[in-house]
């Protein structure tokens, strides 16, 4: 028996519940009144009950006595009546049992369709997971491409490109036309420079060769007037 759980008053506690038989003594219990078909534990157990009917018979049946054919139908009677109330128990607990049994049938069932069911959805969400990374893969090329699209569009058109393109190519041709003729220029400044460098040259000797002339002259005009006792009075008209 189940003794109920006591609130302490003023905590709002309860206490634990107080059993009067331990797990194993009610499993003990349960089983016993199921084999005996007693449902309370007041009153003789219907088994007990059936087999006192049976005994009553049986000990009826055994004496010698051709008289007692009443009282051996009136217990035969007794005891079939006793054993049909005993069997109408036995009837509904088969008829649960095989509604059990449907219901577990069923269950089994359920049970297999929800596990199929759970492999499918998780087969559905790796599939899934794979589409998304696809989609992932190309949104971004799609935000690549939409981004080199935006910087083509940026860019001037074909025709004037081939335009800016042919302007520079003469620019360039221009360029080196003007350098190749710059080149010929300084060539010939360089030349003309080497050559002035050696017509200096060479008036730089011819006057160091004339300036050493004169002072030679000069020399020998000096000692001719030395020798001939001085220099010539000059003559006043």
Do not use: W
């Not at 449907?102 to 492999?119: G, T």
């Not at 003729?181 to 060479?202: C, G, N």
Request: net charge negative.
């Amino acid at each position: 028996m189940l003794g109920k759980g006591r609130k302490v008053s003023g905590r709002g506690e309860t206490v634990a519940a107080n059993y009067a038989f331990g797990p194993h003594e009610d499993d003990v219990i349960i089983k016993h009144r199921l084999l005996t078909r007693t449902t309370t534990t007041r009153g003789e157990p219907p088994l007990k009950k059936l087999q006192k009917k049976f005994t009553s018979l049986f000990v009826e049946l055994d004496k010698d006595d051709d008289d007692n054919h009443a009282d051996c139908e009136k217990l035969s009677k007794a005891f079939l009546q006793e054993l049909s109330t005993f069997e109408i128990p036995l009837l509904k607990s088969k008829a649960v049992v095989d509604a059990n049994l449907r219901e577990k049938h069923n269950f089994d069932e359920l049970r297999e369709e929800i596990n199929r069911q759970i492999l499918q959805a998780q087969s559905d969400i790796e599939t899934l997971k794979k589409q998304l990374e696809e989609a992932k893969i190309e949104r971004r090329h799609k935000e690549e491409c939409e981004a080199i699209r935006r910087l083509i569009a940026m860019q001037p058109p074909r025709s004037q490109t081939l335009k800016i393109i042919s302007d520079l190519e003469k620019e360039i041709a221009a360029l080196d036309s003007e350098n190749t003729a710059s080149s010929r220029m300084l060539e010939l400044r360089k030349k003309q420079f080497a050559l002035l460098l050696h017509v200096v040259d060479e008036l730089q000797t011819t006057i160091e060769e004339e300036q050493k002339s004169l002072i030679e002259e000069k020399e020998q005009r000096s000692g001719m007037e030395d020798a001939n006792g001085g220099p010539e009075p000059m003559h006043v008209d």
